[in-house]
């Protein structure tokens, strides 16, 4: 299914061999958990314990890219969430997610992609690979890169960033909100290092050359080069879907030139620090 940030692999979040189902063709390992997707706060109610916290998030950023850790309830197989007695839910912000999810229920689903690889920005970069599916085309994803995960289990953490900043969200709960792994043994699972990788490899670098593929910030100098917007959130709608082009025009190298290092290209940075890991 299309959603503003991602196509996911959908499936009901209450059905424990539909989940396996995802887990198998995604080729994702047992210990990383799924997001939940919620058509509202009612519907996040019944798969998770929303404290006043979350409620104050949820009424600043929902419907959107944000993704919140909560007490999870009985209703969620443990299957679902690696486990865990969280469980990480969101309400996505585009019509045609909202509409399958107020008819079927809550959506358990991770980006339709195999594990490690690009996550689709559009119907037609979803991976074949995953097997049998029905693809509901959206359009483009507006967001283009994951959600912003955050743990509200403990003092709010960001797990993974994404377009809502840290500086949004502390803002909105009223106090500094870390970023980072959760202290103490398995607490954020699933966040692998080599994640979001094209199948070509990938090099960052500080100015793309000549003959060189990738993207570029400068007029392109040969047909495999993709100019790249200096707008964080326009750069990071088109980042995945230029990836995908240059992967299936078989270059032998994509070659990024780096973004700036400020805080607007957090989300972006954590993205090509791992896909060129
Ligand atoms: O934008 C998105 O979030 C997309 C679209 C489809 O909604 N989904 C997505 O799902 O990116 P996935 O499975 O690729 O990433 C889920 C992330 C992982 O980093 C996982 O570790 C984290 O959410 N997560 C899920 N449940 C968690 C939990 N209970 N505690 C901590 N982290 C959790
Ligand atoms: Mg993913």
Known sequence: MPTETVYGLA???TDPEAV?????????????PLIVHVSGI???KEVAEVSEQAEKLIARF???PLTLVLPKRAVIPSRVTAGLETVATRMPRHPVALALIERVGPLAAPSANRFTKLSPTRAEDVDPALGEFLVLDGGPCQIGIES??????GTPRVLRPGQISIAELSDAVGQVVEIGPTPGPQRSPGLHERHYSPATPVRLAHQLRYEEAGLTFEEPQNSRQIQVSR???IYAAMLYFSL???DRRGVAEIVIERPPQTP???AVWDRLRRCSS
Do not use: H, M
Request: proline share 11%.
């Open 62 to 64: 929902w419907p959107g």
């Open 148 to 153: 912003t995960v955050v743990d509200l289990t």
């Open 244 to 246: 995908a082009d240059l």
């Open 42 to 44: 009612e519907q996040a």
């Open 11 to 13: 499936c009901l979040a």
């Open 264 to 266: 607007e290209w957090l």
């Open 20 to 32: 396996e189902k995802v887990f198998a063709a995604k080729g994702r390992p047992p210990e990383s």
């Open 231 to 233: 707008d964080p959130a």
